[in-house]
């Protein structure tokens, strides 16, 4: 794996030949000097802050030391070669300290903490329902989720177009076109997300057969009840979504961190007093988290009132059919890329829970999808700084720092997905038994925990070049990349090794092996920076 990761590196050094020239211009764009953390004052309140760690609004004690994330560099005066541009884009790890390598860092870190709280606390529900030594009810619990996430993120596509449409009304000093992107998202969530509450807490069976679980499965006692109560905070969830994706839009990361801390620390006390004291058992689990997701939900709804992001006139009113078009046409291609995602990982959930009767496999599976799913947050984190950094870094200092940082990008993250790989990989020991009090089912979490810790390390450059693509506005180009590897997930689940646990997740890392090659070589041949480059170099060499 450490091979895989630098040969993906050394991928870069065989790009298309492109070298390193002064840019021709600059572009003041004024969305660019909102990402760069400029501020854009209304009267008594502004939106944008001058760190992306700062609280947006004054009265709530934002820090003062303000200053810029992009700041204007000088034009490269030297054409570098390949291999320069290959030790060019290794973090500077241990040398002087690198401008690059800080705007990184002081995006991703702040992103990874307020990501990662949720799966860690995702995985504390695991704990707790591992401890009551039941398998059945370890796979109930791993069913019942994969269906509410997949519910779930076939609507949140909205909010994560929420939040470029929020950022351009904050970088043009438009209050109402802000509040009228917030409501209309809210709206559409409330709408959407009470649709889905009412069927999966009217029909969880049907839902949980039609998804992830034979009708006649033991396992279905388990998670019909949780499913049921784990819907009641979808609503609030999707408030969150739309809250989260609103800061995010105005580079506040310290908010939502705070609103993140604060419910899944109610999480993490209610779901023993839910288990244990307060007699619910392993729903207990599902109830602790519908409380703190509807906990959060309010909390932001008051914080976007208090924004002025948005009002109750505009909340209760149905978007016009003009924006509903205009929102669909922007999350259209998000909305196919999420739907493979599911369709993949819920054959692989559902093949899992087939297995055996016991609930063995699938509590097994349950667990190693747990531990992943913390490694797979923190490289969204990656995904969505390079989301963020690359296009700002194309419109302010033009396409050859552009490439610069997402060149470098790609090694911080693959470095990341390595660095996972190796501690899940390590911490197998420690982390399996916490998990389950039951022999036979860490034994089998085992191997597919190994497998899983691989994926890790592949996906690293993945997440990096899909965050370029996302910045870029290629959604297309990966839709069919995800629908391309789904299918080869898909196939090799059809084929025998999706009749073994551990065959399941070589599947999804073949897969992922696949979607590195397609994810990269976009990167290296079509990327949009790749032909933006070559004519920037040409207009430099024949300026005067």
């Not at 298309?16 to 209304?42: C, D, I």
Request: proline fraction near 6%; hydrophobic fraction near 50%; charge should be positive.
């Amino acid at each position: 794996m450490i091979a895989l990761y630098l040969g993906t590196l050394l991928a870069l050094v065989a790009t298309s030949g492109q070298a390193f020239s002064p840019p021709s211009g600059r572009n003041g764009h004024v969305l660019v000097e909102l990402l760069a953390g400029r501020s854009f004052s209304q009267p008594q309140k502004r939106f944008a802050t001058s760190s992306p760690t700062e609280e947006l609004d004054v009265n709530d004690g934002e820090s003062p030391n303000g200053g810029s994330n992009l700041q204007e560099k000088s034009p490269p005066d030297t054409h570098f070669s390949k291999r320069d541009r290959f030790l060019e884009s290794l973090p500077k790890i241990g040398r002087r300290k690198d401008e690059l390598d800080q705007r990184i860092l002081k995006t991703a870190i702040p992103n990874m903490i307020n990501l990662g709280v949720v799966p860690i606390v995702n995985s504390v529900d695991t704990f707790w329902v591992g401890r009551l030594g039941v398998a059945l009810a370890l796979a109930g619990q791993s069913a019942a989720n994969q269906a509410t996430f997949t519910l779930y993120f076939l609507i949140a596509f909205l909010p994560n177009i929420t939040a470029p449409l929020v950022a351009s009304a904050v970088a043009s000093n438009n209050t109402e076109e802000a509040q009228k992107r917030v409501s209309e998202s809210l709206f559409l969530c409330n709408v959407l997300g009470f649709l889905g509450t009412v069927l999966l807490v009217s029909f969880p069976r049907r839902i949980l057969s039609a998804l992830v679980l034979p009708a006649d499965a033991p396992a279905m006692a388990f998670a019909a009840p949780y499913l049921r109560w784990r819907a009641v905070g979808m609503v609030p969830s999707l408030i969150s979504a739309t809250g989260f994706a609103a800061y995010r839009g105005m580079l506040n990361t310290v908010t939502p961190l705070k609103v993140s801390l604060m419910t899944n620390a109610a999480n993490l006390v209610l779901d023993p007093l839910c288990i244990f004291n307060g007699g619910f058992g392993f729903v207990g689990a599902a109830i602790a988290t519908a409380v703190s997701e509807t906990l959060g939900g309010l909390t932001y709804l008051r914080l976007l009132f208090r924004r002025k992001l948005t009002r109750w006139s505009l909340l209760l009113r149905p978007p016009s059919f003009k924006s509903i078009t205009r929102l669909l046409q922007g999350g259209i291609a998000m909305l196919i890329r999420q739907l493979a995602l599911n369709v993949g990982f819920l054959v692989a959930t559902r093949r899992a829970q087939l297995l055996d009767p016991s609930g063995v496999s699938g509590a097994a599976y349950g667990i190693t999808m747990q531990m992943y799913n913390v490694g797979i947050i923190l490289l969204v984190a990656m995904q969505s700084t390079t989301a963020a950094l690359v296009p700002a870094s194309l419109v302010k200092e033009g396409p050859t720092s552009a490439q610069k940082c997402s060149d470098r990008l790609f090694a911080w993250s693959s470095l990341v997905g390595l660095l996972l790989g190796v501690a899940q990989y390590l911490l197998i020991p420690v982390l399996v038994p916490v998990f389950s009090t039951l022999p036979e089912v860490r034994e089998a979490v085992r191997m597919p925990a190994l497998i899983a810790s691989l994926i890790l390390v592949v996906n690293g450059p993945i997440f990096a070049g899909e965050g370029v693509m996302l910045g870029l506005g290629s959604y297309k180009e990966l839709a069919m990349i995800t629908g391309a590897w789904t299918v080869s997930m898909i196939g090799c689940l059809a084929s025998p090794l999706g009749k073994r646990l551990d065959g399941i997740m070589w599947s999804i890392l073949v897969s992922a092996i696949m979607g590195q090659v397609m994810v990269v070589g976009h990167y290296l041949k079509f990327c949009p920076l790749v032909k933006q480059v070559k004519e920037e170099a040409a207009a430099a060499a024949i300026a005067p």
